[in-house]
């Protein structure tokens, strides 16, 4: 099974990881979230993000979600991308984290396209939907 790291700003990634929890009435295994706030070094987090990545992979490899491409905890999400093992996907929701536990037993690019899917579909607009 794949592993899944949550990389996003403060406390986003563990309110994503307690409504994942919510809607499927359980603790998904292989999935932790590590939170960058305003004032942290994505430098020093390096280390612990690097210790939860060992943590969620079973040798399997590891998707990473993180929220904005191009902020802190992307820029640190991309410190650990080893393509084929540990691939990363930004702008993170929660139709995407729900497709991603949906189809991590899978191989990687199938993981990788149902989770860019997953987040994509999950984006309507509901009066003309």
Known sequence: ??????????TLGE???QCACHVLNKRPVQLLQLGVAAG???NDLLPLAKKM????????GVL?????????PANLAGKL???????GIAGVNL??????????????????KRT?????????DMLRH
């Open 53 to 60: 990545l060992k943590l969620v992979d079973s040798g399997d």
């Open 81 to 87: 991308l080893k393509p084929g093992h540990v691939e």
């Open 95 to 112: 139709p995407m984290l729900l497709r991603a536990l949906s189809y991590r037993d899978r191989d990687m690019e199938t993981l990788l």
């Open 40 to 42: 942290d070094d994505p």
């Open 1 to 10: 099974m794949i592993g899944i790291l949550l990389i996003t700003h403060d």
């Open 116 to 124: 860019t899917g997953g987040g994509r579909d999950g984006v309507l």
């Open 64 to 72: 990473i979600l993180t929220d904005i491409y191009g902020a802190s």
């Open 15 to 17: 309110a994503l990881l």
